[in-house]
């Protein structure tokens, strides 16, 4: 199994920042892709940043510009840097890593217990 740990989330005036990680634990075989996801009230999950193995990075359109992914493949740590935050970014994030653990080769994705980001306008 793979155990996530996030840490980061919090209250933040209009145009701050906020840094969120992510650590990821446990009989880890091998991590295929680590990001992070948000849900706000009323709204679908919905992704706002990915890093697969390689480095390659996506961003959700809203965020491009603003939010950088990183990665420490020492401490199997994802992080997420969000700048020029706004009200519209206010929800829960969680940190999604794809995996393989234990005996068994197959990726499976794994889900964080969500930080809440709150944006105030």
């Known amino acids: 199994q793979v155990q996530l740990v996030e840490s980061g989330g919090g209250l933040v005036q209009a145009g701050g920042s906020l840094r969120l990680s992510c650590a990821a634990s446990?009989?880890?075989?091998?991590?295929?892709?680590m990001g992070w996801y948000r849900q706000a009230p009323g709204k679908q999950r919905e992704l706002v940043s990915l890093?697969?193995?390689?480095?390659?990075?996506n961003y959700a359109d809203s965020v491009k510009g603003r939010f950088t992914i990183s990665r420490d493949n020492a401490k199997n740590t994802v992080y997420l840097q969000m700048n020029s935050l706004k009200p519209e970014d206010t929800a829960v994030y969680y940190c999604y890593v794809a995996a393989s653990s234990g005996s068994k080769s197959n990726i499976n994705p794994y889900w964080g217990q969500g930080t809440q980001v709150t944006v105030s306008s």
């Open positions: 890093i697969i193995s390689g480095g390659t990075t």
């Open positions: 446990g009989s880890i075989l091998s991590i295929n892709a």
